[in-house]
């Protein structure tokens, strides 16, 4: 690693610890000629994952694809920005770590729903709603009756072409 203000190859670690959950290292290094100091990560090259999709096609994994449908869930519902990141970040860790290289869509979904459980109950119903298409009517309502009652008639009436209510 050469120094990015004289070019030498000198340099010495100054301080190293783990970042983004344990999967980068950050060190910060002193060049040995100019006395500079600066950073340099290192972090696991990301595998290709694939996800199989309930029709039996195959997809590579897209991380935006993700934040996106969980944004959707959130929408106008008071969880942050943050705390979609970071549950976001915590699906994606999981999802690195495990040995397959190959996931169903469906693991994913449940991890969704899982992460959203606990921050937000309308958020968790409105992605289970669309995730699992709801055949069954009264796993739905099931689902409505932890709610109080404003938050029922919103996800009612946006699931009113969806569900034969
Ligand atoms: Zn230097």
Redesign the pocket.
């Known amino acids: 690693m050469r120094?990015p203000?004289?070019?030498?190859a000198d340099?010495r670690v100054v301080d190293t610890r783990e970042t983004r959950a344990g999967r980068a290292v950050r060190r910060r290094r002193e060049?040995g000629?100019?006395?500079?100091r600066f950073t340099t990560y290192e972090h696991i090259e990301d595998r290709d994952l694939s996800v199989c999709k309930n029709d039996g096609k195959t997809e590579t994994f897209d991380r935006s694809k993700l934040l996106r449908s969980m944004m959707l869930a959130c929408a106008k519902r008071s969880v942050s920005q943050d705390e979609i990141d970071l549950a976001v970040d915590a699906i994606e860790d999981k999802l690195t770590r495990s040995l397959s290289s190959e996931i169903e869509a469906s693991q994913i979904g449940e991890m969704v729903m899982m992460a959203l459980a606990p921050l937000d109950r309308v958020a968790y119903v409105r992605f289970a709603s669309v995730y699992r298409n709801f055949k069954d009517i009264g796993e739905f309502q099931e689902m409505l009756s932890d709610l109080d009652a404003q938050d029922q008639k919103e996800l009612i009436a946006e699931n009113q072409e969806t569900l034969p209510l």
């Open positions: 120094c203000d004289c070019d030498a340099n060049c000629i100019c006395g500079v």
